[in-house]
């Protein structure tokens, strides 16, 4: 594989009213330090407040829809209606759940027009996807010149998946090139092992279950070195038209935002 042309990225302090338009500057060489937690969501909307407006979607957004500037417009989106989401995630039971507005895959987005959108914010979404760099073309190609990609992805070392091993970048290419139905049973067994704590055949019967139920389970996993390689890979590797503008750890997430320049 060749070596990433330099990514972009700005590092600028989320108390500011948003800029006109992020300036480019060569990426540091390693992530920035790690914050000691925070509240998530008043994190994400200063940043929201820094980079986002216009008319966008949101992907996913079930309990913790973002806080976004005044006068943005968005829709959401999810792959079932809000009385299947509740049936979905039945621990979700007592909270409100953000109804979709558009009921649409967030890998393909089929109903959304190219060069349509002023932004695409997905939360704690990535991770669930079976093709990542698959999904980072099609959301690339619904934002207008000047969008901007919003993602929170959680920090591999403060969840559940810990005991996982990070994604490296080539399995990430392998499911783009090959398809993701080459690891996706896989991916379940390590899901049924590393997470769930299940051994031997109780193991595998878990794994297939899940795989037969299409559980929407973490495919890939990441500690903040290892998404921000990926995200500098990703750009390269999808000849992103665009860079990556912002980047910050708290603790428990990643959050990084892409900007599209042409």
């Not at 909307?45 to 966008?56: E, H, P, V």
């Not at 829709?75 to 109804?99: N, S, T, W």
């Amino acid at each position: 594989m060749t070596q990433p042309t330099p990514m972009r990225v700005q590092m600028q302090p989320l108390f500011q009213q948003p800029a006109a338009q992020p300036q480019q500057t060569p990426v540091p060489q390693q992530p920035p330090q790690q914050k000691q937690g925070g509240d998530k969501r008043i994190l994400r909307a200063f940043a929201a407040r820094r980079y986002l407006g216009g008319s966008g979607i949101e992907i996913g957004a079930l309990g913790t829809p973002l806080d976004l500037p005044p006068n943005t417009q968005v829709k959401y989106v999810d792959r079932m209606g809000l009385d299947a989401l509740y049936r979905e995630f039945p621990e979700m039971a007592q909270r409100k759940l953000q109804a979709p507005d558009i009921i649409d895959n967030g890998e393909t987005l089929e109903t959304i027009p190219d060069g349509s959108l002023d932004f695409i914010v997905a939360n704690h979404f990535l991770e669930h996807c079976e093709n990542l760099l698959g999904t980072l073309r099609v959301h690339a190609a619904k934002l207008r010149k000047g969008g901007r990609l919003f993602y929170a992805v959680p920090n591999r070392d403060h969840t559940f998946d810990r005991h996982r091993q990070t994604t490296p970048f080539a399995h990430l290419v392998q499911d783009d090139q090959e398809g993701p139905e080459k690891a996706r049973a896989a991916h379940y067994l390590e899901w049924a092992t590393l997470v769930s704590g299940k051994q031997g055949d109780e193991a595998q019967q878990l794994a297939d279950r899940l795989q037969r139920e299409k559980y929407s389970i973490h495919y890939h996993a990441w500690d903040a070195a290892a998404w921000f390689n990926t995200l500098a890979l990703a750009v390269d590797y999808n000849k992103f038209p665009g860079f990556v503008a912002h980047f910050e750890l708290n603790l428990h997430e990643m959050l990084a935002v892409l900007v599209r320049t042409k």
